[in-house]
């Protein structure tokens, strides 16, 4: 009796045993399909993104235009992104420009401020103004205002890095789920690599992005000489 009972206690526990082998092994697969969908949807945005800087490139070489070549890749990027989505922009026209001009203005002035309140020199806080553009136009726009172009790439790069990085739990915290102020927040905040973000999230999100980009490039362009002039004098 007592053989027998032991017997069906040590087939209970092979089984237990086993079910619990193979809850393991159901659940790490679960886990390996989970991060390898995410790691080729990263790949497939670098692909994406390094194809239009490549041809970006081919038209900065072809065409006696003082445009960088970067500036080329984002804006056949945000043409491509575009199709199909140019009825929902026009719909939101006025809302997508003043979004970006908020965007825009905000970075310049929170890096003038933070400068003045931490008592950076000016040509520090010069160099940190074009933080949120791509580094195509940033380097441009710090040399032309007499900025450190080393320190000006230094900071784009850690924006664009940051940005991508707290973009989701930003957008949780603050309950933020329309697609086109999702596109826009990373594209005039992270530039390009928020962009690549922007595309994970979704097409709108990513057309978006793509325009906050070249609509913030041009204003920043714009802006940073006359912050310079007047604020920093």
């Not at 992005?209 to 006359?226: D, E, K, N, Q, R």
């Amino acid at each position: 009796m007592c053989l027998h009972v032991a017997a069906n206690l040590h087939i209970l526990d092979i089984r237990t045993m086993t079910l619990d082998f193979w809850n393991m092994v159901n659940f790490e697969v679960k886990l390996f399909r989970y991060y390898e969908g995410k790691i080729m949807n990263y790949l497939k945005e670098i692909m994406w993104i390094a194809a239009f800087t490549f041809v970006g490139e081919v038209l900065n070489n072809l065409l006696p235009l003082p445009v960088p070549a970067g500036v080329y890749g984002m804006l056949l990027l945000l043409f491509a992104l575009m199709i199909g989505i140019v009825k929902l922009l026009m719909d939101n026209l006025a809302a997508v420009l003043a979004s970006i001009t908020a965007g825009t203005v905000s970075s310049l002035l929170s890096i003038l401020l933070m400068g003045k309140l931490f008592g950076l020199s000016n040509e520090h806080i010069t160099t940190l103004l074009p933080k949120s553009i791509t580094t195509a136009i940033g380097m441009g726009v710090s040399q032309e205002a007499g900025g450190i172009v080393t320190l000006t790439v230094a900071g784009i790069v850690m924006t664009g890095i940051l940005g991508n990085m707290i973009a989701e739990t930003v957008f949780h915290v603050f309950h933020i789920d329309h697609p086109i102020a999702r596109g826009l927040a990373l594209g005039t905040s992270a530039h390009a690599v928020g962009t690549a973000k922007a595309l994970e999230l979704g097409e709108i999100e990513g057309a978006m992005s793509s325009l906050s980009i070249c609509v913030a490039g041009v204003l920043t362009v714009i802006l940073v000489p006359v912050i310079s002039g007047i604020a920093l004098q």
